[in-house]
């Protein structure tokens, strides 16, 4: 019996991808474990191995579809098995006496049509006759692919008869450069999109002293680089810093499912790096176990490991929050997104020299912004603000940290 293939899930924060290529062709032997397609997410791009051994017999969904998990992608079975869907038009939208077209074929009309079910719904979706894209492709498999093939050709022959009778031509370009939104970065466009239209996100903002860390940092970096081969840099104290935080106010590490807040117990901080054209986030994982030598080599590892396109799944699953740090490209404030499933992420920005007055006199200190949003569906504005009071006072007096 044919074994369905299916679009994994890779991860609570990733509900679904876009095939980028299929490694196999239908027809091609595959043995359990061979690469069958490569999928990308606004995260990464993985490759999704085979489950089972036997012939691709059918691809449901071709290259630069979009895909959900759980959704059917293609078909496994043994030489000679068939992979056809059962034709099962679905229900007219209008009366009984006025059927939509490709539910409206008679069991005559149907049985020499090899069509799936999901071609069958987005043909009727779009008010199309079945047996007209039948005929524009004959003696082919009539799937998701074929079906929005022949609706893109009847919107370009609209248009270009729109065109053709407007009495004023459309306007023309003037040299701009046209790139198609496709990859991670559309992955990555629709996440962000979706995640403002559902998090009632706020921002808050507190000002840190990281004078002390500052000298921290610059007493130790050399002992860190000759002892343990890793750059000291303010990341793994802001990451420490954040489970102290989360310590006193767990609801900062927690998701909205449903009807029910989901309450982390490891705190695992996704850290963004910028990959050029995405935006990738690598979690480092249990926080709150690890030191400031052990977090300082992971960030590391991690972000080369973005950079140069090697991240693997377990890189990028688990995260609870999220930190930035767009201090690096010298900014000051910002009001990130909120990284969905995730309810706050934290912004860290420039650490430079300001003025400011201690004890009645203007003096020197290193200062740094700190920016936190959150979803104000079930973190409140006290519980923030007292949040990122715990994460100033741990960067100010930091020596704790390195315990």
Not at 144 to 157: C, P, Q, S
Not at 366 to 372: D, F, H, P, V
Request: with cysteine.
């Amino acid at each position: 019996m044919p074994v369905e293939v299916q679009m994994p899930n890779l991860g609570l924060s990733i509900p679904e991808g876009t095939i980028d290529r299929w490694v196999k062709k239908e027809g091609d032997r595959i043995e359990r474990g061979d690469i069958l397609v490569v999928i990308v997410t606004e995260k990464v791009t993985v490759d999704i191995p085979a489950e089972a051994s036997g012939i691709l017999l059918r691809i449901l969904q071709p290259a630069g579809s979009k895909v959900r998990v759980g959704e059917p992608i293609a078909m496994i079975g043994q030489p000679g098995e068939k992979a056809e869907a059962t034709f099962r038009p679905p229900a007219a939208a209008g009366t009984p006496s006025s059927p939509a077209p490709s539910a409206a074929l008679g069991r005559r009309e149907k049985a020499g049509l090899l069509i799936s079910p999901l071609a069958t719904r987005i043909a009727a979706e779009q008010g199309v006759d079945i047996r007209e894209i039948a005929a524009r492709f004959p003696g082919q498999k009539i799937g998701k692919k074929e079906v929005l093939e022949f609706v893109e050709e009847i919107r370009k022959t609209e248009a270009a008869k729109e065109i053709k009778a407007s009495p004023t031509p459309p306007p023309q370009a003037g040299g701009e450069e046209i790139r198609p939104l496709s990859g991670p970065l559309r992955a990555m466009a629709e996440h962000m999109a979706m995640s403002a239209r559902i998090a009632a996100r706020v921002t808050t903002t507190a000002e840190v002293d990281m004078t002390e860390l500052v000298h921290l940092r610059s007493s130790l970096k050399d002992k860190f680089k000759n002892d343990y081969n890793v750059s000291l840099t303010f990341v793994p104290f802001v990451m420490r810093a954040m489970g102290e935080g989360i310590k006193e106010f767990p609801i900062i590490n927690a998701s909205l499912q449903g009807g029910h807040i989901l309450l982390y117990r490891a705190v695992n901080i996704g850290v963004a790096v910028d990959a050029g054209e995405s935006l990738l986030v690598p979690v480092v994982k249990n926080i709150n176990q690890k030191g400031i030598v052990e977090l300082s080599r992971e960030v590391s590892d991690l972000s080369v490991k973005a950079r140069d396109g090697k991240l693997a799944l377990p890189d990028i699953q688990g995260g609870t929050i999220t930190l930035t740090n767009a201090g690096v490209y010298g900014a000051l404030l910002s009001t990130p997104i909120i990284h969905q499933p995730q309810s706050a992420i934290l912004w860290m920005g420039k650490v430079m020299e300001t003025p400011v007055v201690r004890e009645g006199q203007i003096v020197i200190r290193s200062m740094m912004y700190l920016c936190l949003s959150y979803d104000h569906r079930i973190i409140m504005g006290a519980q923030a603000v007292r949040f990122l009071q715990v994460v100033k006072k741990s960067l100010e007096n930091p020596y704790p940290l390195l315990l």
